[in-house]
């Protein structure tokens, strides 16, 4: 009887060895993968958060520019010293706190009360109240700003 089933020597396939190599290559860059998706999502919400934080930023700055500070008129929000924090809420439902300190003479140091000068120090400060990740608790922003007595 002939043999049917002859063997080429093309014909050999994987060994158990092999293969078991290529599994544990391939779930080593599987579980990198993995990992690296992990990172970008912590990372992009933390960057939507800085977002969100600057945006309420940019309303009180743009509050505290409109307010009047001429030489017949001061908005009281403009009088000098740490006003009352307030909370501002994102469109996301995040809370923030906004701190503003308004100095009436930049030039010395601590925070000056005085109607009489005509520059003013205003320093804002917005803070994330809802507890975050690690290094998202310090999404804090701040701005300086400058008033001088307008006409």
């Not at 089933?5 to 078991?20: P, R, V, Y």
């Not at 009047?68 to 809370?95: C, R």
């Not at 030039?107 to 320093?123: A, F, P, Y």
């Amino acid at each position: 009887m002939k043999n049917l089933h002859k063997k080429n020597k093309n014909e050999d396939g994987f060994s158990l060895l092999e293969a078991t190599v290529a599994t544990v290559i391939m779930l080593v860059v599987l579980l990198s993968v993995f990992s690296a998706f992990t990172y970008s999502i912590v990372f992009n919400s933390g960057n939507n958060k800085r977002s969100q934080c600057l945006s309420v930023l940019q309303k009180q700055i743009e509050l505290y520019r409109s307010y009047k500070f001429t030489p017949t008129v001061t908005d009281d929000a403009l009088l000098g010293g740490t006003k009352a924090a307030q909370y501002a809420t994102s469109s996301d439902g995040t809370n923030f706190k906004v701190e503003v300190t308004i100095d009436d003479d930049p030039l010395t140091t601590g925070t000056q009360v005085d109607t009489t000068k005509t520059l003013k120090e205003i320093t804002i400060t917005v803070s994330p109240t809802n507890k975050v990740e690690s290094w998202q608790t310090s999404v804090v922003s701040s701005v300086t700003l400058r008033r001088v007595r307008g006409n």
